[in-house]
């Protein structure tokens, strides 16, 4: 318990270091647009494959599990809709980048403790949380919500894509089953979410990286932490909005 | 001039520095030689403020860093440049990049200077043609010199450098070693080098400073040590068969 409240209370001071003006503002933009290429265009290629399955095999499996004169055929599209855009594109998505962007972040500050390069750059007066960290979180908190709203977009479409070629639902059903009930609402509750879920993968994971002590097998010990416990944090602060703002 | 102040340092229950006080003079090679696990390192850490001591000044040039807020010690870091002992180049940088870095974070100068300056510095260490190149392309020696070039690119009015020598071969050390020196000499730099390098010690050490678990053991230059009547700088020093061989 004590090492927990030490380890919070060592997240919450890298907070305060790292929510500082930068040093160069002409830096930090440099910064923020290679995180923005690295952490969002990076992972687009995931965010594609992995929507447009989602959606597909939600559209599926609701059409299999409704085979009851008593379901319209519609609710597979808002069955899909509604699972994609609540749930499935802003939570898993954004636990498949957990994996992907948070190991990234905290073995690449990871090595960069163990080799001193964060010790160099505090020795030059630079505030190292601010510069390492600040454009990460920012681009996270920015394009995240991007990448959701295209999971969004391309899940649905793989459920339209599965349901009109297995020949399940027909595709003015489908299309009219995700016009139905609409709620502006929910996709602002889903980006809430996203950039919530941002700020957790990437300051969980830098802030493992950034008290590494050790070598390698620490950095690799520290990357898989990351990801772990952004993981728990996703599905802990999931219930956590979910409660708050559906309830 | 760079003076620590009866210094202690503890990790723990281990402690690691015992009220330790030396000086390190202008314009000369300033060394901390000593066993690996004297406190050398940790030495070298307290002075720029890596590790914050349990009691006891560092004072640079009457500044005491010790009692110094996060902004004052701010200025007196832009004037310390540091070689760290693998270089610590930036992997994501290539060499001009790197040598650029300081330049750009506390400078107005404009681009082309900047280049000037970098050029300047990485002629300084004998370095052509590189600029382009990632660290993972650079040898160990020419890696420690990238890093001259960087901790020199802000004009420093102290140069610390944390075992220079180790993993390069005898002629690129005596390179790195004279590099120094002569850096040392032509900025009037107040340098502080962390070895245990016999060799760096009788050819750059002007004045140098043997620590022996955690304290301040002896104190003197190039020629004393090699005659002084201490037994453990005497072990230290002649422990090589090399060095025997010289003695006899």
Redesign the interface.
Known sequence: MLGFLKELGMYFILLGKVFKRPDKGKLFRQQLVFEIDKIGLDSLGIVVIISIFMGGVVAIQTAFNIDSPWFPVYSVGFTVRQSVILEFSPTIVSLILAGKVGSRIASEIGTMRVTEQIDALDIMGVNSANYLILPKVVAAMLINPLLVIISMFLGILGGWLASTFTGLVMSAHYIYGIQLDFSAYDVFYALVKTVVFAFLITTTSSFKGYFVKGGSLEVGKASTRAVVQSSILIILFNLILTQMLLA | MIEVKNIHKSFGSNHVLKDVSASFEQGKVNMIIGQSGSGKTVLIKCI???HEVDSGHIVFDDRDFTSMDYKQ???V??E?G?L???A????SLNVEENVM??L???SDMPREAKIDRVNFCLDKVNLENVNKLFPSELSGGMKKRVAIARAIALNPKYLLCDEPNSGLDPRTSILIDNLISEITKEFNITTVINTHDMNSVVEVGDKIAFIFRGQLWWEGNHLEILNTDNKEVNDFVYATELMKKIKK
Do not use: E, S, W, Y
Request: glycine share 10%; hydrophobic share 50%; charged share 25%.
């Open positions: 720029v403020g890596l010690r701010k200025n870091r832009k310390i540091m760290f002992q693998g610590a180049l930036f992997d870095f300081p750009n974070m506390f």
